[in-house]
């Protein structure tokens, strides 16, 4: 065994691929998950151990870490949904800024343990005047200044890791898996609204969930503290074109309908600023799973889904 790897929000979309990818690779993983209800939506992975503890008790978190001890830290708790964290915005502070200094804290004195943090993209710049974007953003802004200042004086090894839209096979709340279930739905024959689309024209990065696990292990075992590293494909994808991938692999027609006034609303940008991940390149890494490849495991997945539910 490489040594174990504390891995929370490891009930989430990325949480169960770095569990079982980093399972595979052999690490022994320690598993957080918030909730006993939680763990009862997970299946048994081979050199996985999963814990209950809530972030933002911070006994809790501290006499967990004393009692695994571990070896790296993969911290992708948290929440992530723009829409929601305008109807709950306290939650995202608690949850993305709260529970990142419990943990950080809970840490300190296993030095040169590295712990690498699940940033986003969707930050914005603190400098005055503050020009936030959404509560989501203002809280992923907050976290990540938080994280870089707290390892700078606490002396500890905290990489920053800034993915793009990650996607794969598995529950996500992403637009390419609300689009494949709604196809798989209407492949069934199970009558659905039109898929709503905030604006054809708007740009995103793309990258497999699988992939961004693979950087995350390499960024623990050879990122610099104090560093963040964009962990993307470089690659930007308009959301039509996105949707026309899993439109050519549908088996039946799939309506659409544009809706850019709740876009805008939401504070969502129409064009993402395009980053390549050199850093990451320059480390070896760069994607392996080709977009045509991901968009069909995702399809799958949901067909998959469909056929368990009869």
Not at 98 to 116: D, F, K, S, V
Not at 250 to 266: F, K, N, Q, R
Request: negative net charge; glycine residues 8%.
């Amino acid at each position: 065994m490489k040594g174990t790897v504390l891995v929370t929000g490891a009930a989430g979309f990325t949480g169960q691929h770095a569990c079982k990818r980093l399972a595979e690779k052999g690490y022994r993983v320690a598993a957080i998950v918030r909730s006993h209800s939680s763990l009862k939506t997970l299946s048994p992975i081979d050199h996985v151990d999963y814990h209950v503890c809530d972030l933002k008790r911070p006994a809790d978190i501290c006499e967990l870490v004393q009692r695994i001890s571990p070896r790296y830290v993969l911290h992708l708790a948290g929440k992530n949904s723009v829409p929601e964290s305008w109807a709950n915005p306290i939650l995202y502070m608690e949850s993305n800024i709260l529970g990142t200094i419990h943990l950080l804290n809970a840490l300190r004195e296993r030095e040169g343990i590295p712990i690498l943090i699940a940033g986003s993209r969707l930050k914005f710049d603190l400098s005055f005047p503050v020009e936030p974007t959404h509560p989501y953003g203002l809280s992923k802004s907050i976290q990540e200044v938080i994280s870089l200042a707290w390892g700078e004086l606490f002396h500890q090894h905290v990489i920053l890791a800034e993915p793009c839209n990650l996607v794969g096979p598995g529950p996500s709340t992403g637009i390419c898996s609300l689009l494949a279930g709604y196809i798989a739905a209407l492949e069934r024959g199970k009558p659905r609204p039109r898929f709503r689309l905030s604006s054809a024209s708007a740009t995103r990065d793309f990258l497999d969930v699988r992939d961004a696990v693979d950087a995350y292990e390499l960024l623990l075992r050879q990122g610099s503290a104090g560093t963040v590293y964009p962990v993307c494909s470089g690659v930007e994808r308009r959301l039509g074109d996105v949707c026309q991938s899993f439109i050519n692999l549908a088996e039946t027609e799939c309506p659409l309908e544009e809706d850019v006034l709740e876009a805008a609303a939401e504070g969502i940008p129409e064009r993402a600023a395009l980053i390549q991940p050199e850093l990451l390149n320059r480390m070896g890494w760069s994607p392996a799973i080709p977009w045509e490849v991901s968009v069909s495991d995702i399809l799958q997945y949901y067909r998959r889904e469909e056929a368990d539910d009869l």
